[in-house]
């Protein structure tokens, strides 16, 4: 699967912004300390996100991150394609060409398994993540380990 980091870290930042969105705009340096994920790094996937409509930002004192639809309404898979990654198993071009011009032998395949994945993840909204008792559990194990940071420091 061709899922990179990328694809990852924008669905884990999005779940983070959506467990801590009721108290108003979610900052990019909290996500960044809860999640362990470069600064810099959510600035570019975020630029992509708010492009493709799935975040909206509030600039100034207590400025950030919101999602712009109900986390119901969020496929994973919507997240993953906004930041411009694919699901797809195959290392062919767009179409049905594969090498010089003709498909490959495992062709349909790779493309159908592609077509599963996708199926899968457009099948999961951000609720449906939210609404895990592990997910749950993890996110506040991070909320406790961020405010127990801030305070020892």
Known sequence: ????TKGRYAVTAILDLAFHQEEGPVSLAAISERQ???LSYLEQLFSKLRRNDI???TRGPGGGYSLKTSADELSISAII???DESVKMSACGAG???DNQHRCLTHDL????SNEIKGFLDG???ADMMRNKRVKEVSIRQDINCSNAGAAA
């Open 1 to 4: 699967m061709r899922l990179t």
């Open 36 to 38: 362990d994920i470069s």
């Open 124 to 126: 999961i909204t951000l």
């Open 96 to 98: 049905d060409d594969c």
């Open 55 to 57: 975040v909206v930002s």
């Open 110 to 113: 790779w493309q159908d398994l």
């Open 81 to 83: 394609m906004a930041v």
